[in-house]
């Protein structure tokens, strides 16, 4: 569930690049300008068994596509004729981020926020709104696939708790290209003891006072956003919250 690429973009702050995906042939297509109403869930099962790769047109709402395209499990949205015309959408960046912002809420207020959000968002990516609604926020009758609870990160942001397991995820990285096909007992052995040594070498830095890895200037900036938003929350001004935290998002 921690896994799951919607929450992972909601969570983590840094820079998403989908791994490449391996094909024996592919084909490059524009994204098209008709909407199809094929539900996503559908979509997501057919696009990643895909062997087309998009092309995502050049314009200012790119960081949408990016967003997007990470909620549906980086799907190829071609391969279904699947095209969300957002160069056509003049509120489309801030929009997209209103439901990012949805994290921030404290839990008993997200269905609240998505119903204000609900209202401006663009007709064009209306699937995309029953997408979030029934596997993210849910309604009065209807629980979410993903319980609030799982991705809701008001709480962990007064407790100045971290929002991503970028730390795993690091780890992951590190030891995969070394995992090869056909591994011996004695590589594998050797891969750990290496892995072993990254560790206690890292360890002795943290125990010393040494930082390993620093924030950006600008991730701190926005952290800093995050966290005073969060904090001065009200109820009664829930509009104005979204509105701030899609200006914070958008700090990069």
């Not at 979509?43 to 967003?67: F, G, K, M, Q, W």
């Not at 699947?82 to 008993?108: E, H, M, N, V």
């Not at 009065?140 to 609030?148: D, E």
Request: hydrophobic fraction near 35%; include cysteine; charged fraction near 30%.
């Amino acid at each position: 569930m921690n896994n799951s690429p919607f929450v992972n973009k909601l969570r983590s702050n840094k820079n998403y690049k989908p791994s490449e995906l391996v094909a024996t042939k592919t084909t490059k297509r524009q994204i098209s300008k008709q909407v199809s109403s094929v539900e996503l869930d559908d979509l997501i099962y057919r696009a990643c068994s895909s062997d087309i790769v998009i092309t995502e047109p050049e314009n200012e709402t790119e960081d949408i596509l990016d967003a997007f395209n990470i909620a549906v499990g980086e799907s190829k949205l071609s391969e279904s004729q699947i095209a969300w015309d957002l160069q056509k959408s003049q509120k489309g960046g801030s929009t997209f981020r209103r439901f990012q912002s949805l994290a921030f809420l404290p839990k008993s207020d997200v269905q609240d926020g998505f119903k204000l959000i609900k209202v401006n968002f663009p007709l064009e990516l209306n699937s995309l709104v029953k997408y979030i609604e029934n596997n993210y926020v849910g309604s009065f009758t209807k629980k979410p696939r993903y319980q609030i609870e799982c991705w809701n990160l008001h709480e962990r942001v007064k407790l100045d708790l971290p929002r991503t397991n970028n730390n795993v995820e690091s780890w992951h990285s590190r030891i995969k290209p070394d995992a090869r096909n056909n591994l011996t007992i004695n590589k594998v052995v050797e891969l750990f003891r290496l892995e072993q040594s990254n560790m206690e070498a890292d360890l002795i830095q943290v125990l010393s006072g040494e930082t390993i890895s620093s924030q950006s200037r600008i991730q701190k900036k926005k952290d800093r956003c995050i966290k005073q938003l969060v904090t001065n929350y009200q109820k009664d001004r829930i509009d104005l919250f979204i509105d701030g935290m899609c200006e914070a998002l958008k700090i990069n």
